[in-house]
C-alpha cells in the first residue's frame, strides 16, 4: 500500500466551481499534515496545513480524520490560477521529513 | 521576501561523472533537506541535515550522494558517479526552528540531465 494515496485526477472544473480532493494516507503514527502545491515544473509551495479540527484559509477549507487516516481538500470559488498539482503531504512520527502523495491535477477553465 | 536559491537551473552531464549541485538556504534556518522529482513522478525525500550532520536520509541516498554544508550559507549535493535514472529534478529545501514540523520552503529546483 502506498504511504499517501491521491485521486490523480484530472480534475477539469469551470471557473466558479467548487472542488474536492481526498488523500489516503497509511502510517498511524504520521503527525503533521499538509496541502502543498505545485505548478508544472515548479517547485512545491505550502498551502496550508491540516489540523485535527479542521482549517479554512479563504476559499481553502482543509480535514483531517485520523481515525479513517484521511485528509481532505476544498477549494470554493475556483479561480484559473488554481490550476496545479495538490499534493498530500504527511510527516511519519516526529521526523521532518516530508512524504508526498502523487498528486491531484487541477484545472480551471475559463 | 527571502527564499532558497539553488544552481545551476539545469546541468547536463554523461554517466559516470560527477555532478555537484548548489544550495542557499533560507539564512536564519537550521533544517535543510534534499529532495528528488522525477519527470511525471512524486517528489521523493533524499536527506535532512541539521546541526552540521545527516539527520535523516532514505533509501535513495546511497553511498553515490553526499551532502554538506561548506559555510555558514551553501548547503550541496554531491553525486558521486551519475547514472541515467539520477535524471531528475532535484529540490533543496529548508525550514526554521519555530515552522511547524513539514513546512518548508523549497529552492526552484535544479534539474539534472544524465546521458
Known amino acids: 500500500r502506498k504511504e499517501v494515496e491521491q485521486d490523480p485526477g484530472p480534475f477539469n472544473v469551470p471557473e466558479g466551481a467548487t472542488v474536492a480532493f481526498n488523500c489516503t494516507y497509511s502510517?498511524?503514527?504520521?503527525?503533521?499534515f499538509f496541502w502543498y502545491r505545485q505548478d508544472c515544473r515548479k517547485e512545491p509551495k505550502l498551502l496550508m496545513s491540516v489540523y485535527s479540527s479542521g482549517n479554512e484559509d479563504g476559499r481553502f477549507t482543509a480535514q483531517l480524520n485520523r481515525a479513517s487516516q484521511y485528509i481532505s481538500l476544498l477549494i470554493r470559488d475556483s479561480k484559473l490560477s488554481d490550476s496545479a498539482t495538490y499534493l498530500c503531504?504527511?510527516?511519519?512520527?516526529?521526523?521532518?521529513?516530508?512524504?508526498f502523495g502523487s498528486g491531484t491535477q487541477l484545472t480551471v477553465l475559463p | 521576501e527571502p527564499e532558497v536559491t539553488q544552481t545551476p537551473s539545469h546541468q547536463v552531464t554523461q554517466m559516470g561523472q560527477e555532478v555537484i549541485l548548489h544550495c542557499v538556504p533560507i539564512s536564519n534556518h537550521l533544517y535543510f533537506y534534499w529532495y528528488r522529482q522525477i519527470l511525471g513522478q512524486k517528489v521523493e525525500f533524499l536527506v535532512s541535515f541539521y546541526n552540521n550532520e545527516i539527520s535523516e536520509k532514505s533509501e535513495i541516498f546511497d553511498d553515490q550522494f553526499s551532502v554538506e554544508r561548506p559555510d555558514g550559507s551553501n548547503f550541496t549535493l554531491k553525486i558521486r558517479s551519475t547514472k541515467l535514472e539520477d535524471s531528475a529534478m532535484y529540490f533543496c529545501?529548508?525550514?526554521?526552528?519555530?515552522?511547524?514540523?513539514?513546512?518548508?520552503?523549497f529552492g526552484e529546483g535544479s534539474r539534472l540531465t544524465v546521458l
Open positions: 503531504v504527511v510527516t511519519p512520527g516526529s521526523a521532518r521529513q516530508l512524504t
Open positions: 529545501a529548508s525550514a526554521g526552528t519555530g515552522a511547524r514540523t513539514g513546512e518548508l520552503f
Open positions: 502510517n498511524s503514527a504520521s503527525q503533521s
